[in-house]
């Protein structure tokens, strides 16, 4: 399973952005999947998850409320729409995927990252 993000960008202080990420590859074998953040000087952290089928979904306490993540399985694409960003949102963000690689075992994907700046 392969990764791009695409949508980051520089951004004013309560503006909205969205993010997206494409997979690739094995598709069908993916699980579950998320966005994690990872700011200068700071540990990569989790942003938000989602399930295989869109209806489980967890976020950090620092972007609920404010980001929104969904999938469309048919267009392998997941999506990350955050609204009223602040300055400490600056980070770059990375997709995520749990994807089966067999019947008991699963591995992680990452994709490059994407860099969201917000500042006015």
């Known amino acids: 399973v392969q990764l791009a993000e695409s949508g980051g960008g520089l951004v004013q202080p309560g503006r909205s952005l969205r993010l997206s990420c494409s997979a690739s590859?094995?598709?069908?074998?993916?699980?579950?999947m998320g966005w994690y953040r990872q700011a200068p000087g700071k540990q990569r952290e989790l942003v938000a998850t989602i399930s295989s089928g869109g209806g489980r979904v967890n976020y950090s306490d620092s972007v609920k409320g404010r980001f929104t993540i969904s999938r469309k399985n048919g267009e392998n694409t997941m999506y990350l729409q955050m609204n009223s960003l602040k300055p400490e949102d600056t980070a770059v963000y990375y997709c995520?995927?749990?994807?089966?690689?067999?019947?008991?075992?699963?591995?992680?994907?990452w994709g490059q990252g994407t860099l969201v700046t917000v500042s006015s």
């Open positions: 590859g094995n598709i069908f074998s993916i699980n579950i």
């Open positions: 995520n995927a749990v994807y089966w690689v067999s019947s008991y075992e699963t591995v992680e994907a």
